[in-house]
């Protein structure tokens, strides 16, 4: 065991293997006695993580008897993002935590292999998206496709998450105050009782926090060198994806697809529903999807809806996939990079001496309360099924501290905001045009480019992040549509593409959502932050002074 808390204890010779790994420029060193700085966890972290064999001891953290013997309020089994934020959140609220994670850090698959590389890919594939779009014209150079490399960028993410891992360790531990067991699996014994390297730990209650992962489809050749999923892709890949074939349509699909498109690595998506339409997506509007479709295939990404695929082909190495396709015809591409994006599920094995009752569809049943079926123990985030995302993670892990300790909290999470990256940013939040119009019989739309303008000469929206292309190629410069009831003036929906207004939905989904909701009005009074990225608030006052609104 090695341990991290307590300085006196064994903290000399933990320094000087941290000192031995580093050589200058690792961040801040502290000094003998003091915890661990940021710089000395990523160096610690980053070496077990490339030497998983010679590092098999747990991290450990955990108050001894004379700091605090009271019992377990929680152990909190994954610290990821909702074991993390509801173990902080208990702690705060005066109870004691353990959270145990097999990763040597805190913060679970999202500074590992997720949203973090996900948030570093999609920055790149808009970045080779102008960089492409604007090859010699001002200070462009031409764009060789060759230059870009997906291994590079994968290899540049890998280099440099140590960083935010260790930030979660030392945020956890020095600022939040959180127990914790790293770098070793737990095994559950039963409701109350957690065994982790070979010690056995008791609780009140437990908390599930262990995420999902992909599930591959069962085709023939899908164990082949060279398939990825999003996450095999930051562990694994080692050399150049020259063709790209993507099997699967979700939200991933289209992401990944998007940045290998991006770095000039022909994509093909073999999607059985159309993308944009799988169920785990809700409040989608027809136009938004309409210009995000013909964007991707702009852009040269090749999509196959109705597909399905049969085989992956290759010995030893992929070489191809066959498919067959909406009409029925077997058809086969030649390619050397096939990327998984079909969906995620839990793996439950862990939990089997529970007993937890579990969903047709492979999730484990909870109620708004996060409490499972077995009296103590709880569930949350991707345990619980979609939407996977991370403001569910978090606020599943917190709901579950604030029952455990003593509040009444429940948490709805089948209404909230949503976005997703191609080359552009695309969020929305609130109803559709479509779902509107069925619940409303006088719904009116704020649009641009509206429906009877020609895109190609529009050069509207444009903001930051766009102009470029508005000058160049206004249909690149986005699009959006505010959806209103022209009765009761209420905002019903808002759907954005382009770039920098994520943020603002966070906002206006809170704003929409409340009982009294918020009218175009109450937008127009606003005040912008001109050129503010969703134009909403100066387009709803060019409307707000008509009593019958109208579509603008
Ligand atoms: C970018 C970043 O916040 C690091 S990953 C977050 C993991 S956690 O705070 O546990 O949700």
Known sequence: MINVRNPADGFRSLRARIDALGGPGHGDRGEDGAPLTVGEWALLIDDIVAHPEANTEPLW?????????????????????????????????????????????????????????????????????????????????????????????????????????????????????????????????????????????????????????????????????????????????DYEPNRCVIIGGSKVALEYGSFFQATGCQVTILTRSPLMRTASLHHIDDGMRDYVIAMMRDRGIEI????????????????????????????????????????????????????????????????????????????????????????????????????????????????????????????????SEAEARERHPNVIKIQMPPDDADPETFALPAAEGSMIYAFTRPILSGWLKLVIDADSRKILGAHHVGFGAKDAFQYIDYLIRRPEGFTIDQMAELNELFLNPEHFIQLSRLRAGQASLVNL
């Open 304 to 431: 196959v809806e109705g597909a399905e695929p049969i085989e992956v082909l290759g010995n030893g190495k992929v070489s191809g996939v066959t498919y067959r396709d909406a009409d029925g015809q077997v058809r086969q591409i030649d390619t050397d990079f096939v990327f998984v994006g079909t969906g995620e599920r839990p793996n439950l094995d862990l939990y089997a001496p529970l007993g937890l009752d579990i969903d047709e569809r492979g999730f484990v049943v909870a109620d708004s309360h996060m409490r499972t079926s077995v009296p103590g123990v709880y569930a949350t985030g991707d345990l619980l099924g979609p939407p996977m995302e991370m403001f569910k993670a978090r606020k599943t892990g917190v709901g579950a501290a604030r029952n455990i300790m003593g509040e009444d909290y429940e948490f709805d999470f089948t209404q909230y905001p949503d976005f997703l990256h191609t080359t552009y940013e695309v969020t929305w939040c609130g109803l």
């Open 61 to 237: 953290n955990v108050a001894a008897p004379e700091e605090d013997d009271r019992e377990y309020d929680a152990i909190f089994v994954g610290g990821g993002a909702a074991g993390r934020f509801g173990s902080a959140f208990l702690k705060a609220r005066g109870g004691r935590q353990l959270t145990i994670d097999a990763w040597p850090f805190l913060g679970g698959s999202c500074p590992h292999q997720a949203c973090v590389p996900h948030h570093l890919f999609s920055e790149c594939a808009r970045e080779l998206d102008l960089a492409r779009h604007m090859q010699g014209r001002l200070w462009y150079p031409p764009f060789d496709d060759k230059r870009a490399s997906i291994l590079e960028i994968v290899e540049l993410f890998r280099a440099g998450r140590g960083y935010p891992h260790a930030i979660m360790n030392w945020q956890s531990k020095e600022q939040l105050d959180m127990e914790f067991i790293l770098n070793a699996r737990a095994t559950i014994i039963d409701a109350h009782t957690v065994e982790v390297a070979g010690q056995r730990f008791t609780a009140r209650n437990l908390v599930l926090c262990t995420g999902a992962r992909t599930i591959f489809p069962e085709i023939p050749g899908i164990g082949l060198r060279g398939v990825f999923d999003f996450a095999s892709l930051i562990e694994d890949l």
